[in-house]
């Protein structure tokens, strides 16, 4: 298993084709350097996010269990650019596309519980973050 930044850019986007599309997308942007790991798992986020009506119940779990994956196993670095890039990203995508809580709503419990402390230091209640599963 992959917990390096690219390697985990990898495995998010082997689990959605959404996500797959998102990152080339940005890696095409930011060539021939990589792109900063916010800026990519940022993208990620709104990705996931403004396309849901795409991503199927299936995806949507695969992803979820990678970004989980990386909240227990990764170094801090590849977990802060997850949190702070793709979990936020996601939650504030939100804001403009509702149907988008199906995302969080799929989260597992560490990725979940990131997303209720951002939301109680942000004042907000994100939906699809505090409904259980």
């Given at each position: ?19 797959a599309e998102a ?79 199906r995302f969080l ?29």
């Amino acid at each position: 298993m992959a917990v390096d930044m690219e390697g985990t850019l990898d495995r998010l986007a082997a689990a959605s084709p959404v996500m797959a599309e998102a990152l080339t997308k940005v890696r095409a942007e930011w060539a021939p350097d990589p792109p900063p790991p916010t800026v990519a798992t940022g993208a990620l986020g709104q990705a996931i996010v403004t396309g849901i009506e795409r991503a199927t119940d299936d995806e949507l779990a695969r992803v979820a269990a990678v970004i989980d994956d990386v909240m227990e196993h990764a170094p801090e670095r590849v977990k802060d650019a997850v949190a702070t890039g793709l979990l936020e990203a996601a939650i504030s995508a939100t804001d403009m596309k509702h149907e988008g809580a199906r995302f969080l709503a799929a989260l597992g419990p560490r990725a979940r519980h990131y997303c209720q402390d951002w939301d109680r230091y942000t004042g907000r209640q994100t939906p699809g973050v505090w409904e259980q599963k």
